[in-house]
């Protein structure tokens, strides 16, 4: 099974000299009056965008623009288009990977020909490039496609699998902690060791105080825990302490995913939260391996985890990469 297909799926030259005012107005509004504008403002010069795939973050002010996570190369470029609308199209100083999953690179080709830097943690690429090797075997192994049933809507298009040869990689990479000023803001980035991959960079505006996560939080809904990529669900619970510790009350937070109609923004206690979650979902599992249930049953439970009902039934993708944490 490609990792695409685990379900992380499910869920962006005229060079404008302009006045502090003009930049100032440029960020507050939108590509056109007809069109709405797919970039939101959160805080400062900081904001989202919501395509397909992990929320993109972005800072624009007249001097530097750095866009964080890629999405895939449609929404990257819807993506670019906008901000593209409030730069006057100058270039882009860093394009950030949070971390190396496709629904967060798979765009970096759309932003290779304008962004000066790919900036990401030290270990990215090497994952990068394993997920991609990994997805190319899944598929060659993937037993064809059921025929259609006459009258049945069209089946969804399977993601494409990009071969490692063709994927676009960081060129700029730091090990634990990495930090610059970037026009009027200061970006600082700070890996805390396996969560929800063996190489997540938690990216924090300082001035603005907004800090994006990536897929440290999937806000409400079960995530994904890539173990071939280097997951450690009970490392998790303690980085998402470590970044709540080592941020402010007030701070905004941009998550990679969310539920439908839940927001993927918060604050400290959506991470403490998703902490939490992680803590339930391996005390159910311990448990049920203590009470003598074999891999196959444990993985196939619904049950509604106690406490964090808003996830919905249990799922074969947390239960396994649970089982799996604790008997290894
Ligand atoms: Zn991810």
Known sequence: MSISRRGFLASSSLALACTALDWRSLLAQGPSPQQPDPLTLLRGTIGTFTGRGGTIGWHVDRASVVVVDSQFPATAQTCL????????????DYLVNTHHHADHT????????VAKKILAQANVPRLQREAAERAV???????????????????PATPTVVPPAQQVYADTLFDTTWRETVGGEVMALKYYGAAHTGGDAVITFEKANVVHVGDLVFNRRHPVIDRPGGANIAHWMVVLDQVARDHP?????????????????????????QRDYFGALLEYVRGQIKAGKPR?????????????????????????????????
Do not use: M
């Not at 798979?106 to 020909?113: A, H, I, K, L, Y």
């Not at 075997?137 to 089946?155: F, I, R, S, T, Y």
């Not at 947390?318 to 008997?327: G, H, I």
């Open 249 to 273: 009350a007030d701070t905004i937070y941009i998550f990679g995913h969310a539920a439908p109609n839940v927001a993927a923004t918060g604050a400290n206690a959506d991470l403490l939260y």
């Open 137 to 155: 075997l899944a598929a060659q192994n993937a037993p064809p496609p059921p025929p259609p049933v006459p009258g049945a809507p069209p089946a």
């Open 106 to 113: 798979g765009g970096n080709g759309v932003f290779r020909p």
């Open 81 to 92: 288009d906008a901000v593209n609308v409030r730069t006057g199209s100058r270039a882009i």
């Open 296 to 328: 196959e049953v444990i993985v196939k439970l619904t049950d509604v985890l106690p406490s964090f009902p808003d996830h919905g039934p249990l799922i074969e993708r947390v239960l396994t990469a649970a089982y799996d944490e604790l008997s290894a």
